[in-house]
């Protein structure tokens, strides 16, 4: 019986559903535990005793390790039992995040911080794989703009946990994002994991047959994987934007400087500042039209996906140098009356105060931009590549992208401080923010190349396909692969 057939709840519809469900949310997790730290730099700093800087040193690092370990992870993924893995990588950063919120010493957060890493680089390179064999290709943008929206909001979730619960204890959010990750941790043990290949166009007659796809990585596939152009400027544009996108991980600490720039304190910067920095990302939805956008023009056009991502990449820069030189001036949070009020005057100043309205057009435009990158650069992985190999190249991806976020992260801390000796705060964060901007100029550039190389790979992948498609080898019974 084909696969898409069954209507019983072990591998049927409900089944379906609730894999990706708790699939979507373990997704958000994931970079809701990411985003937690940032926010918590001036506090946490204050309470062990060491610089901000030294705690962007953590992130950096834990984005390295993290990129590092993905890679391995994706590649046992392409060659076994991808649900085992996730559930190994979802438990070791939950307990990770656990252990971090006991930390006594600094030594002791970066060693939780590095376990975490591994675990949520197993979430990154597997999850992206698993996630490939739900979605048919000719909705791939679409659906992975809903998976992109979901981590979005995660990241959003976990800045306005820690800019709240952290700003009286700053260890809550760090307990309260691991015991939610352990109770969908075991909820996944559940679930449903789909065959590979199982979506694609040219396997539908032998998953109709009841066969299954029996390709899987083998060591000698990196040559490869290596020698396809597309992902080589996927790469490297993923390596540059990174380094951007490393110094914008600074961008809660960055407003709640603007904030305490107007007289407030640093508990209350944190927390006002983090609620802007919701606001500001209220343009991450529009990626579910980029996603649709990037799938219609893709049937028309093969280069249409790599289009679409070069005028994100480039679009995004004036906005957001623009957006980093306007003051917030004319703030008025009732610091005295309590959390609510506090999260109520930062949200609804967006309407009340004519400077932040400025700064809401500004990152309005610049987060629509850099967005509609997401869903397009992800569905082109998909494209270019065949089942087997989707996991190992994006943990290849996650080590490009990691190195440049670690870069990006490390090198903003030291242009935060040596600018701080020369600008007052914020302006130090704003003139250093705006020249890491200058980077997506080269990450532009490579989506230029991706066009022209696009088209030629992902015919050759659909060719491929089609051979193995009509071929008894390395096709099997299904479920016996």
Same mark, same amino acid.
């Given at each position: ?6 209507? *019983? ?40 005793? %060491?610089?901000?800087?030294?705690? &962007? ?31 190994? *990588? ?29 675990? =949520?680089?197993?979430? &990154? +390179?597997? *999850? ?29 979730? &976990?800045? %306005? ?55 899987? %990585? ?17 790469? =490297?544009?993923? @390596?540059?934007? +990174? ?10 600490? @960055? ?34 039209? +980029? ?31 623009? @957006? ?59 494209? %270019? ?46 003139? +250093? ?49």
């Amino acid at each position: 019986m084909s696969l898409n057939l069954r209507t *019983g709840w072990r591998g049927g519809r409900s089944h379906k559903i609730f894999t990706l469900v708790i699939f979507v949310t373990l997704s958000s997790l994931d970079n809701a535990a990411v985003a937690i730290l940032p926010p918590l730099y001036g506090l946490i700093g204050r309470e062990l005793g %060491v610089s901000e800087a030294a705690l &962007g040193f953590v992130t950096g690092l834990r984005i390295l390790v993290s990129a590092a370990s993905a890679a391995a992870w994706g590649y046992w993924g392409d060659r076994g039992n991808r649900k085992r893995l996730l559930l190994y *990588g979802s438990l070791a950063w939950s307990m990770a995040f656990f252990f971090s919120g006991l930390a006594q010493t600094y030594h002791q957060l970066l060693l939780s911080q590095l376990i975490a890493a591994v675990g =949520l680089g197993c979430v &990154g +390179a597997v *999850g992206f794989s698993i996630a490939s064999d739900f979605i048919p290709p000719h909705q791939r943008g679409l659906i992975l703009s809903l998976w992109a929206i979901a981590q979005g909001f995660g990241w959003g979730t &976990g800045s %306005v946990v820690s800019s709240t619960l952290g700003a009286y204890l700053w260890r809550l959010p760090f307990w309260l994002i691991a015991i939610v990750g352990l109770i969908f941790t075991a909820l996944y043990t559940f679930t449903y994991e789909p065959q590979r290949g199982q979506t694609e166009p040219e396997l539908a007659a032998a998953f109709a047959s009841g066969q299954g796809y029996h390709y899987r %990585v083998q060591w000698g596939d990196l040559s490869q994987i290596l020698a396809n152009r597309s992902n080589l400027w996927l790469i =490297l544009q993923s @390596f540059i934007a +990174a380094i951007n996108f490393g110094a914008l991980i600074w961008m809660p600490r @960055f407003l709640a400087a603007k904030v305490e720039a107007e007289g407030y304190s640093l508990e209350i910067a944190t927390t006002v500042g983090s609620m802007l920095y919701l606001v500001f990302q209220a343009g991450v939805y529009v990626s579910i039209l +980029a996603g649709h956008w990037g799938d219609r023009w893709q049937q028309r056009d093969l280069r249409g996906r790599a289009i679409i991502c070069a005028i994100g990449n480039l679009g995004m820069v004036p906005f957001h140098i623009a @957006f980093f030189f306007i003051p917030l001036r004319g703030l008025v949070i009732p610091a005295e009356e309590g959390l609510p009020t506090v999260v109520w005057a930062a949200l609804t100043s967006v309407f009340s105060n004519a400077w932040v309205a400025a700064a809401f057009v500004l990152a309005l435009g610049a987060t629509i931009l850099s967005v509609i990158d997401n869903p397009n650069r992800a569905a082109l992985i998909n494209d %270019v590549n065949l089942p087997e190999h989707r996991g190992t190249v994006i943990g290849l991806f996650q080590i490009a992208g990691g190195l440049g976020l670690s870069l990006g992260n490390g090198l903003a801390g030291l242009a935060f401080t040596f600018l701080g000796a020369r600008l007052p705060l914020p302006w130090n964060y704003a003139l +250093a923010l705006a020249l890491f901007q200058l980077v997506m100029l080269p990450a532009g550039l490579c989506y230029y190349r991706a066009i022209k190389t696009t088209p030629k790979d992902i015919l050759a992948a659909r060719q491929t396909l089609a051979e193995r498609g009509t071929s008894t080898e390395g096709i099997s019974v299904l479920g016996k692969t």
